[in-house]
């Protein structure tokens, strides 16, 4: 933590006289504990509308628990989350009316139609007449499934499933949907044309917070929050986050041996860290000076390494993730 | 009102895509009448005779032919002596009756005659049986003899019993099992299949979708259980059909007041069934719990085979708990009394409780997951 340029928390509070909550989604201080393990500690941070906001974290980072705490489901332990304007501690069912939800299980009735999946989700958030109709087919347009209403759920492909389940979680058109890492084990193809949907939506003035774990689909989103260990590590656009490096150069070596590479390289006094990346290494240096790499270079030669390559790499999503769970990791 | 019926309309389309669960709850518990009402039988018949006969005379031949015609034993050898332990021990006679010698020349001079009667006692309700019937044979053969050979002495006993038995006269056991064996079979269909749709729903992932809904705890039980209970119905009406049909089970009461206590008694079991989901988090949970609670407590303490009368004062007080207590009385009433209701409305009022009770918990337990 000695050079660290934590990107932007949203900043936000202060009077607004527009009709309206001033944000989709505000969190102050939300934290949830289960016994003695605090699952999300202390985050704060606005959603605008219609904005897409990614939660990038690992595994048990808090991100679904943070989710499930938006939508009403589970009770904070402290801090407060509105949510279209809405407390969800206070008032959890006007919640549900204003949100969409959707899992990565695409939680669908297997054994019913396509139709009568739609009908049933629409039976529960009350449509009918003529909303009903319009939503019906909406939901049906953007899975893809027109002429295909008699088809089981259980025989649609995945990417298929996940744009119908998708299509039912909003059919009460919500302001806000939530999608908890919504492309689980879907085809790159089918990711694409779900991200094409929430680009659509987005566009339709929907705020969209959605979660995953993969570094290409965060890319997509208009803002990230990256959640590590429960606490809010870093928030902002990618460029925002990846300012991070803006005085430290990363170089990417290509070494027959990478391993060996990377024990030398940490014996290095210009090298800050290295990580692996695909068969590569990247090393943060701890300055931007023009002539590092070169001077990287040299090292290698003198250490008696063997590397192809050794270039100066933009910093990736990836790197900025690594290195702001990293820091968190050392803060903590 | 109107999700609710969302979510019946969703349950219903879901119970008749599911063929094969349509078929177990319309069709298993038929088959299961078939099978527990020709198997579960306490009359006993052709019980497997041997007679030692050592006395050969047409006295003897009398009882020997008392025996068989009373449809009771069918028999099997001549034994003597020697053989009978053999028999015995192999299984081939069951009972064996030892005509003495001497015994025509001691009844026609007026003098009791002892008949041994060896009775397999390795069961002992059937030995008992046995025994009675046994018993009864030989008084009414000995009543054709004078006990005094004094002809002006009276030998009609004073007191005779002359019993006539009501609802089921020819003491069928089938008549006394068969409405047992409806509420132990419409318990266990209902409280399972209920049992494993919300279990089901939260193995799917569904159940977490349908609770992001703005769809309250209440709707989604009613909902729930309106199909199960369609079902349900149908099928307790089959068996209730079947056992007229093979059993001779009679309905002497009101069709109406039938359906009244068996829908009443569905009822609560399929809130035991949803309450039962709610606390599992796995169908295979669900189905063991629901068995547990349905299949024994109607077995052992509802009366269905062990009266309660006789039960342990602890065990009586549990019988309470047991729905199946309440609707028995009020099938057995309705179909072999023809009763009405006025005489088992204490037993509706606590289906009605019961019923009430359980789907309350159901939504509450749900309601507490829900958030």
Redesign the interface.
Known sequence: MTNGVRPMTAASGGADLRVGPPHAISVRDLTRRFGGFVAVDRLTFDVRHGEIFGFLGSNGAGKSTTIRML?????PTSGTALVDGVDVMQD??AV??R?????Q?F??????TVD?NI????????L?GAALERRRRFAIEIAGLDGRERT?AADLAGGWRQRL?LG??ILHEPAIVFLDEPTGGVDPISRRQFWQLIDRLSASGVTVLVTTHYLDEAEHCHRLAIIHAGKLAALGSTDDLKRVFSDRAIVEIQAPNPVEAMRTLDRLDDVEKTSLFGTAVHAVLKSARPDAVDALRRELVAAAIPAQAVTLVQPSLEDVFLDVVDRQGARA | M??A???A??EF??IV??RRTLMTLLFVPAFFLLLYGYALNFDIRHVRLGVDDRDHTAASRSIVSAFVNSGYFDLVAAVDEASTTALMNRNEVRAVVVLPRGLSRALLTGRRVPVQVLINGDNANTATTVVSYASTILQSESAKYRSDPDPSVSVHPLLTAEPRVWYNPQLRSALFLVPGLIAYIAMITAVVSTALSVAREKE????????????DAGSFVVGKSIPYFVVSLVSALGIIIVAMALFQLPMRGSWTTLLLALSLFLVGALGLGLFISSISESQQVAFQLALLASFLPTLMLSGFIFPIASMPAALRAVTYAVPARYFLIALRGIVLKGAGVGTFWVELVALALYAALMLALAAVRLRRQW?
């Not at chain 1, 949100?99 to 899992?103: A, D, L, Q, V």
């Not at chain 1, 939680?107 to 019913?112: H, N, T, V």
């Open positions: 939508c009403g489901l589970l009770v959890p069912e549900k009316r949100i969409g939800y959707m899992s299980r939680s669908l009735y297997e054994q019913l009568q009908r049933f989700f629409a039976g529960i958030y009350g009918r089981r389940a039912c979680a | 109107r999700k019926i969302a979510v309309r969703k389309r879901q895509r599911d799917m992932g569904t159940m977490e979708q349908v609770r992001m809904a703005p769809l958030s």
